[in-house]
């Protein structure tokens, strides 16, 4: 094991640069799942009873208000789906470089065995870090978080006028951190000159 500065590196036996596979993220929803969203988010605000009373004669500024929320709401709700995208494409990437590693033998010794998802698969997260995949401003460790919290992607209309108040909670951070926890020491991480993988972004 090589230790470089606080980290450190598996060794992996010769020089041979290894080809994970690619790493396939679709970064955008369809245009028309988000015209639904914005239905919903203002059935949401409607229902919930969100806006204050106004005087009836003041009927722009309360349809103002009630606009301006819904579309407050569908951006916060956008940011959990866009970090829920990256988080499944991540965890199935995981899985398809499980399936790689086992496959030769220079690397089938690195991975231990243990219950999906693997807390020790983590370095691969590292690995994407320090490859300095391009994510889009997207947080890594809170998108895996929020695909360790929720199976499929739940739909906006699950969420009370306290979904913004939700979405900023530390859930996603614990959830991955909870996770990274349970790996077994001593946690070292993938040597990034040793791998090379492509991003594909299938909104394209």
């Not at 970064?27 to 106004?54: K, Q, Y």
């Not at 401003?137 to 739940?154: H, I, K, S, W, Y």
């Amino acid at each position: 094991m090589e230790i470089l500065g606080d980290r450190k590196f598996v060794e992996i036996p010769g020089d041979r640069q290894h080809v994970l596979p690619p790493l396939m993220v679709r970064t955008r929803p369809g245009a028309r799942s988000f015209e639904n969203v914005v239905a919903m988010a203002e059935s949401i605000v409607d229902s919930e009873n969100v806006i204050a009373g106004l005087p009836l004669e003041d009927y722009a500024s309360l349809e103002r208000r009630r606009m301006d929320l819904a579309i407050n709401l569908v951006e916060q709700y956008a940011g959990l789906l866009e970090h829920w995208r990256w988080g499944d494409a991540i965890v199935e990437w995981i899985r398809q470089c499980e399936i790689t590693f086992d496959t030769r033998l220079e690397l089938r010794n690195l991975l231990r065995a243990d219950v999906w998802p693997h807390a020790g698969r983590a370095s691969f997260i590292g690995l994407l870090a320090d490859k300095a995949v391009p994510h889009d401003g997207v947080d890594l460790d809170r998108a895996v978080g929020f695909r360790l919290t929720f199976r499929q992607p739940p739909p906006i209309g699950c969420f009370s006028d306290q979904f913004l108040f939700y979405l900023k909670s530390p859930l996603a951070a614990t959830a991955y951190h909870t996770w990274t926890a349970l790996t077994p020491g001593p946690i070292a991480s993938l040597p990034p000159e040793r791998f090379r993988f492509d991003v594909v972004d299938l909104s394209l």
